[in-house]
C-alpha cells in the first residue's frame, strides 16, 4: 500500500504548518498542494496535479464532472470537511469512486464559534477594547462608557434551525445562558425537550425567537431560507447568526432588513461565495459582523479533522470504507 499515490489540492487550511500530514503521508506516496483553484471552471491545474492519483483530497476545490473524467486512476476522493457539495458525489458514484467526508470534528469548535459572535453583538467586546486603547476610556468623565447597546441574554429565546450535533451543542451553550430554545429539524429529539427547549415549525421559530442562530446543511430546499418573506415574520430588531453555509442566507434581502432596523444584528461566518467578494451587499449592511470562515479552525478540531481523514483513508486501503457520502 505503501506505493499509493495520493494528492491533497488544497491543504493550507488545514495545515498551514502546525500538524503535521504524517498521519496520510505514512500510507502512501503524498504530494501536498497548499492551494488549488476555486474556479468550476478552471480545472486544469487540477487534473495536471491529480493524474495518476487513486486518492485524492479536497477541502474546497471542485471536483466536477470534468474533473472525474479525465482521471481514470482515481478510485478515492476525501473531502476534508463535513459539507461536500464541492464534489459531484452523484457521478463520481457511477463512475464507482467513493467519496468521504468528515463527520463530527467541528462540533464544539463551531458551536463555541457561534456563541463567541452573539456575545460580540450583545457586548462588542472588541470595539471597547479598541476605544480604550484610543484613549476614550481615559478621556470620559465617567467611570465607564459604552458605545453600543449591551444585550442581556437570559431570559431570551434562541431559535436554533438545524439540531444536528452542533445546533445541539449551541442549544445547550443557549440554555447556560438562562435562554429558551425552540429548535427546528426534520428529526425531533424528544430527548432534548423540557422546560428550557421545545420544536417548533420554522413559523413559530421566526415569529418567536430573540436570536436565530443556523446550524443546518445546504439544501435545494433551504437555499435563501434566511430571506425578505421569513424575515418580515420575524421580530423586530432579531438577531440572525450563520456559522452553517452562505447561501442559506439571502444577502441582498438582510442587508435590506438589516439597514431598515427590521433585523437588529447579523454575524456571519460564512458569505454566499468565498472568499467574500467586493460587491457582497453586507459589507456596506449596517450593524453587521463578518468573519472570514473561521469557526471550524482551532488547532485542536483541525488535528481531529486530520485523523479522521487518516482514518478514512485507512479503511478505504483496509476494503473496509467508513464516512462514505455515495455509497
Known amino acids: 500500500m505503501e506505493n499509493v499515490k495520493i494528492v491533497i489540492l488544497d491543504g493550507f487550511t488545514e495545515n498551514p504548518g502546525d500538524i503535521s500530514w504524517d498521519p496520510i503521508a505514512s500510507q502512501g506516496d503524498l504530494t501536498v498542494y497548499d492551494r488549488t483553484s476555486y474556479d468550476p471552471n478552471d ?9 495518476d492519483a487513486e486518492v485524492i483530497y479536497t477541502n474546497k476545490t471542485p471536483i466536477n464532472k470534468e ?28 463512475k464507482g469512486i467513493l467519496v468521504s467526508n468528515i463527520p463530527a470534528y467541528g462540533t464544539p469548535a463551531v458551536s463555541q464559534f457561534a456563541a463567541a459572535l452573539l456575545l460580540e453583538v450583545c457586548h462588542h467586546v472588541g470595539e471597547h ?9 481615559e478621556k470620559n468623565p465617567d467611570f465607564c462608557f459604552w458605545n453600543y447597546p449591551l444585550i442581556e441574554l437570559a431570559g431570551k429565546t434562541a431559535g436554533v434551525i438545524g439540531f444536528g450535533r452542533i445546533g445541539q451543542s449551541f442549544a445547550g451553550i443557549a440554555q447556560a445562558f438562562g435562554m429558551n430554545v425552540i429548535a427546528h429539524d426534520i428529526i425531533e429529539y424528544s430527548e432534548f425537550t423540557g422546560d428550557t427547549l421545545k420544536f417548533a415549525s420554522l413559523d413559530t421559530l421566526f415569529e418567536e425567537a430573540d436570536i436565530i442562530s443556523l446550524h443546518c446543511p445546504l439544501t435545494p430546499e433551504n437555499a435563501g431560507i434566511i430571506n425578505k418573506d421569513n424575515i418580515a415574520k420575524m421580530k423586530d430588531g432579531v438577531i440572525i447568526i450563520n456559522t452553517s453555509r452562505g447561501p442559506l442566507v439571502n444577502e441582498a434581502d438582510l442587508t435590506e432588513a438589516l439597514n431598515s ?24 449592511a449596517k450593524n453587521m459582523i463578518i468573519t472570514p470562515h473561521i469557526a471550524w479552525a482551532p488547532k485542536e478540531a483541525r488535528v481531529r479533522l486530520m485523523d479522521i481523514a487518516a482514518d478514512n483513508l485507512k479503511h478505504y486501503l483496509a476494503g473496509d470504507p467508513i464516512n462514505i457520502v455515495n455509497s
Not at 477594547?129 to 476610556?137: E, I, K, Q, Y
Not at 444584528?265 to 467578494?277: G, L, N, Q, R, T
Open 43 to 51: 480545472v486544469s491545474l487540477t487534473i495536471e496535479r491529480a493524474k
Open 67 to 94: 474533473v472525474i473524467d479525465a482521471l481514470p486512476d482515481l478510485k478515492f476522493i476525501g473531502v476534508l470537511a463535513t459539507g461536500y457539495n464541492v464534489v459531484d458525489i452523484a457521478y463520481a458514484k457511477e
Open 129 to 137: 477594547s479598541r476605544a480604550v486603547h484610543n484613549g476614550d476610556w
Open 261 to 284: 432596523g427590521k433585523v437588529g444584528y447579523a454575524a456571519v461566518d460564512v458569505v454566499s461565495a468565498e472568499p467574500i467578494k467586493a460587491d457582497n451587499p453586507l459589507l456596506k
